[in-house]
């Protein structure tokens, strides 16, 4: 089993940032990608930005309402994905979910595509 936490949200003015944290735990060895997947009131879970663990590691991609504004990273020694996140926008308003699986070239941003999700951390952008 893989276990996923998050952490790191909160309430940030527009242009402000946050930075998240997920914690990954347990049967580890296999994950290939992780993503930080969001969702707000009404609306389908989308993906944000996602990392490669293994091999090709530290390749990053992000979805285009996010490029230039949020970075992930990732730490394979504490085990820990981070996503910084600036130039916040109230559309930013959403649950933050951490999401890993084990295939790495699978569509990035299809949530059916992972096994594995953390319970979410909420982020609010508002003045």
């Not at 089993?1 to 930075?19: A, D, H, Y």
């Not at 735990?25 to 989308?46: C, L, M, P, V």
């Not at 530290?58 to 990273?73: C, E, L, M, P, Q």
Request: proline residues 2%.
């Amino acid at each position: 089993q893989v276990q996923l936490v998050e952490s790191g949200g909160g309430s940030v003015q527009p242009g402000g940032s946050l930075r998240l944290s997920c914690a990954v735990s347990g049967d580890t060895d296999g994950i290939g990608r992780i993503t930080w997947f969001r969702q707000s009131s009404g609306k389908e879970r989308e993906g944000s930005a996602s990392i490669i663990i293994k091999s090709r590691s530290g390749v990053a991609v992000y979805d285009d309402s996010v490029k230039g504004r949020f970075t992930i990273s990732r730490d394979n020694v504490r085990n820990t994905v981070t996503l910084q996140m600036q130039s916040l926008k109230p559309e930013d308003t959403a649950m933050y979910y951490c999401a890993a699986r084990f295939p790495i070239d699978a569509a990035w941003n299809t949530a059916d595509t992972y096994n594995h999700w953390g319970r979410g951390t909420q982020v609010t952008v508002s003045s």
